[in-house]
């Protein structure tokens, strides 16, 4: 049977690094523009769900920002390649039960590290550094999910190659893991809320992040640092809720 992973591991076991990196620079270019281009149409499909003000006209810093993030993302795409082939990082080949088991742990996985260097992020001596970039952009739109100060890129990138170097993870697993990782990272900055106020009161969505949860975090920079779940926040106490709101 035809297994478009078992090709593509062969083509990219042969491919140099300069032919590479092109390629690398054209899927980081493509997932750009499609998150952008479907986070706009669902910000217009639900202007009418909107959660944070209309942001203003795009400034050139952030477009420049922006470029800065999808070339940090090629780099450490190019050096994952080189740890693959070097033996740091391995994979299996496998796209059964124990793939779909992969999904899960490295969302759980990767979860945890990115809440944690989130919260390193807002510590007070290390913000300017790394993390106000984002911040300057109070009122999120498609674009503000690749608007990023390049330590704060390159911490990202850094904790996915360690998880992959740490454990043999599945191909398709982490193929999938990554577009999931698209998804969520573009609906936390629609800046409108395409779920209905039922399933957001859902037990699945209160776990599960949502524009409304990410939105929240960027209101009100105390509260929600996770990523793709909630389970964090509420561990630790950073999960944003009524009490929170008359703290403020």
């Known amino acids: 049977m035809y297994n478009f992973g078992n090709e593509a591991v062969l083509f990219l076991q042969k491919i140099s690094y300069v032919w590479a990196a092109l390629l690398f620079l054209i ?32 400034e050139v810093t952030e477009i420049l920002f922006a470029i800065s993030t999808i070339l940090l993302n090629t780099i450490i795409t190019l050096l994952g390649l080189w740890l693959w082939r070097t033996g740091s990082i391995q994979f299996r080949s496998d796209i059964g039960i124990f793939a779909l088991f992969d999904i899960l742990i490295l969302i759980l996985v990767m979860d945890a590290g990115m809440y944690l260097l989130h919260r390193i992020a807002h510590i007070r001596f290390i913000y300017p550094f790394a993390h106000r970039t984002h911040h300057r952009y109070d009122k999120p739109r498609p674009l503000t999910l690749f608007v990023l100060n390049p330590l704060e890129a390159l911490g990202f990138g850094t904790l996915w190659l360690l998880v992959i170097c740490a454990y043999d993870f599945s191909w ?24 209905s106020d039922k399933l957001l009161r859902s037990n699945l969505f209160n776990t599960l992040t949502t524009s409304t949860f990410h939105a ?16 964090w926040d509420r561990i630790f106490g950073t999960l944003y809720s009524e009490n929170s709101r008359s703290q403020d």
Do not use: Q, W
Not at 39 to 54: D, E, F, Q, T, W
């Open 172 to 195: 398709a697993g982490m193929s999938i893991y990554l577009g999931l990782n698209v998804v969520f990272g573009s609906i936390g900055h629609l800046g409108v809320e395409p779920l």
């Open 27 to 58: 899927e980081n270019l493509l997932i750009f523009i499609c998150s952008i281009y479907i986070g706009n149409l669902l910000s217009k499909r639900y202007a009418h769900r909107r959660i944070v003000p209309i942001p203003p006209k795009i």
């Open 216 to 231: 929240m975090h960027h209101r009100n920079e105390d509260y929600n640092f996770g990523f793709y779940t909630s389970i």
